[in-house]
T-cell receptor
Framework: NAGVTQTPKFQVLKTGQSMTLQCAQD?????MYWYRQDPGMGLRLIYY???????DKGEVPNGYNVSRLNKREFSLRLESAAPSQTSVYFC????????????FGSGTRLTVV | DAKTTQPPSMDCAEGRAANLPCNHS???????VYWYRQIHSQGPQYIIH???NNETNEMASLIITEDRKSSTLILPHATLRDTAVYYC??????????????FGKGTLLTVNP
């Protein structure tokens, strides 16, 4: 099925460990995004990639890095995980003109202990 | 993106219409009104969007006031599966760096049997 695929779905990390969250879309969308969602809060944008080859910081970029590997894939890396990064992470994509809304993945639930 | 205001929660009886209001009094001329929903533990799902005319699709109807300062999302026959947090977002259609959706806290709609 067409959509946004995120891996892994669940992850537990120890403080200081690193990991990469993977995201891939098969809709030929140009723009991709990473959001985080904490309990009782709305979604907050971490980083986005308006098109292949470009990335920009969002609202809460500290502690994260991203790579737009190609048009399909956009990864999020935590170099040294902290308990404050415990959250649910969502990847999303959209056509360049944003005409039909954004398509979100099912999320990665990350716990940092 | 223009700021939007939504009630934190609403209830609706199963089978009845659910009418979810949104205030966006500072919306600018190039901003569309988008609605998304998030069912518990899932990624947000695009529902509908509009500029100034009323819109309808297979999921919902969107009514935008003539002055565009407010809108109402209508689920004509709510079911238990419509229980979710509904987000109203004012966002430019396209262009420049306006690719980022800003999510607030939304409205928790609870559909009761």
């Amino acid at each position: 099925n067409a959509g946004v695929t995120q891996t892994p779905k669940f992850q537990v990390l120890k403080t200081g460990q690193s990991m990469t969250l993977q995201c891939a879309q098969d809709m030929n969308h140009n723009s991709m995004y990473w959001y985080r969602q904490d309990p009782g809060m709305g979604l907050r944008l971490i980083y986005y990639s308006a098109s292949e080859g470009t990335t920009d910081k969002g609202e809460v970029p500290n502690g994260y890095n991203v790579s737009r590997l190609n048009k399909r894939e956009f990864s999020l890396r935590l170099e040294s995980a902290a308990p404050s990064q415990t959250s649910v992470y969502f990847c999303a994509s959209s056509v360049e003109q944003g005409a039909y809304g954004y398509t979100f993945g099912s999320g990665t639930r990350l716990t940092v202990v | 993106d223009a700021k939007t205001t939504q009630p934190p929660s609403m209830d609706c009886a199963e089978g009845r219409a659910a009418n979810l209001p949104c205030n966006h009094s500072t919306i600018s001329g190039n901003e569309y009104v988008y609605w998304y929903r998030q069912i518990h533990s899932q990624g947000p799902q695009y529902i509908i969007h509009g500029l100034k005319n009323n819109e309808t699709n297979e999921m919902a109807s969107l009514i935008i006031t003539e002055d565009r300062k407010s809108s109402t999302l209508i689920l004509p026959h709510a079911t238990l599966r419509d229980t979710a947090v509904y987000y109203c977002i004012a966002h430019p259609y396209s262009g420049g760096s306006n690719y980022k959706l800003t999510f607030g806290k939304g409205t928790l709609l609870t559909v009761n049997p």
